[in-house]
T-cell receptor, first 112, second 109 residues
Framework: EAQVTQNPRYLITVTGKKLTVTCSQNMNHEYMSWYRQDPGLGLRQIYYSMNVEVTDKGDVPEGYKVSRKEKRNFPLILESPSPNQTSLYFC???????????FGAGTRLSVL | KQEVTQIPAALSVPEGENLVLNCSFTDSAIYNLQWFRQDPGKGLTSLLLIQSSQREQTSGRLNASLDKSSGRSTLYIAASQPGDSATYLCAVDDYKLSFGAGTTVTVRA
């Protein structure tokens, strides 16, 4: 089954404790991206990747890192999480940026 | 910077009524527009993608129109059902996807 898998689905952590949210897709998509969704603000893009080893900043990249060492995986790294990063995070993939985007189920992160 | 607006923020209708959801955007130089459905605790599911050269796209009971010159798109859902209850998001693709905040739809049985 074609899918985008995020882990974990729920995470509670404390300020400053490094964490990684994994994202994996099985559709051989070149394009992957991360979004955060906050009430009243909609989805905002954090980072995107056009292909392996090619990543770029989205609208709200501060406090986040990504890597794309393999085509199928695109982890999101929070080196020193802060409470303002409490949010719902989505990973998405597509053949290219102009095609239908496939989203993961989301990761709800709380930073205390 | 592209601004995407969806009005109303919430909508409640009786079962069987047709739904009309609106999306407006500020910059008409777009590649395409997508409509998504979001269910609580789940990710987004793409419903329809309209290329900038198209005026409308249809899938089953769903029909989406696009008027680039006026910066508007409308999603029509015919004969609504309780299973249509969800949040509907539109996203405009110029050089990246810009999302509206969504319209939360409740269809009452």
């Amino acid at each position: 089954e074609a899918q985008v898998t995020q882990n974990p689905r729920y995470l509670i952590t404390v300020t400053g404790k490094k964490l990684t949210v994994t994202c994996s897709q099985n559709m051989n998509h070149e394009y992957m991206s991360w979004y955060r969704q906050d009430p009243g603000l909609g989805l905002r893009q954090i980072y995107y990747s056009m292909n392996v080893e090619v990543t770029d900043k989205g609208d709200v990249p501060e406090g986040y890192k990504v890597s794309r060492k393999e085509k199928r995986n695109f982890p999101l790294i929070l080196e020193s999480p802060s409470p303002n990063q409490t949010s719902l995070y989505f990973c998405a993939s597509s053949l290219n940026p102009k095609n239908i985007q496939y989203f993961g189920a989301g990761t709800r992160l709380s930073v205390l | 910077k592209q601004e995407v607006t969806q009005i109303p923020a919430a909508l409640s209708v009786p079962e069987g009524e047709n739904l009309v959801l609106n999306c407006s955007f500020t910059d008409s130089a777009i590649y395409n527009l997508q409509w998504f459905r979001q269910d609580p605790g789940k990710g987004l599911t793409s419903l329809l993608l309209i290329q900038s050269s198209q005026r409308e796209q249809t899938s089953g009971r769903l029909n989406a129109s696009l008027d680039k010159s006026s910066g508007r798109s409308t999603l029509y859902i015919a004969a609504s059902q309780p299973g249509d209850s969800a949040t509907y998001l539109c996203a405009v693709d110029d050089y990246k996807l810009s999302f509206g905040a969504g319209t939360t739809v409740t269809v009452r049985a």
